[in-house]
């Protein structure tokens, strides 16, 4: 019995994971193709626009499923193409804060509905 529930419960993980996979690739192609934006930048560009004000770099790692140096390279790719900007904290040196310009808000919104249409092909 117990060898059946481990089964089911690897089986569940393998569909779950299947299922991530699909969306996630589907996700980055439509984002690249049609925005110019992996979905690794879009998360991280749409997690700045949620926050709406200047967002800390650490604080806004700790809400992703990137790693810190992961999340670091996709900044940068967005502010080489003028999505974000960064600046030095006055208080705390050691803190940047990262925050869309108003050219990532437009690419945002643009690529949020391109999220929309790929969720509800894989998910609705």
Request: proline residues 1%; glycine residues 6%.
């Amino acid at each position: 019995m117990a060898a059946l529930r481990e089964r089911q419960l690897v089986d569940r993980w393998r569909v779950l994971l299947s299922t991530y996979n699909a969306v996630a690739s589907a996700l980055d192609h439509a984002l690249q193709s049609e925005h110019g934006i992996g979905l690794s930048e879009f998360e991280a560009l749409d997690r700045l626009v949620e926050v709406g004000d200047k967002c800390i770099l650490k604080a806004l790692g700790s809400d992703m499923y990137l790693s810190q140096s992961a999340l670091s390279r996709a900044v940068d790719r967005l502010e080489r193409q003028g999505l974000v900007q960064r600046s030095m904290c006055d208080n705390d040196r050691r803190s940047i804060f990262v925050n869309p310009t108003e050219a990532g808000r437009q690419r945002h919104a643009a690529a949020s509905a391109t999220r929309r249409r790929v969720l509800a092909e894989y998910l609705g």
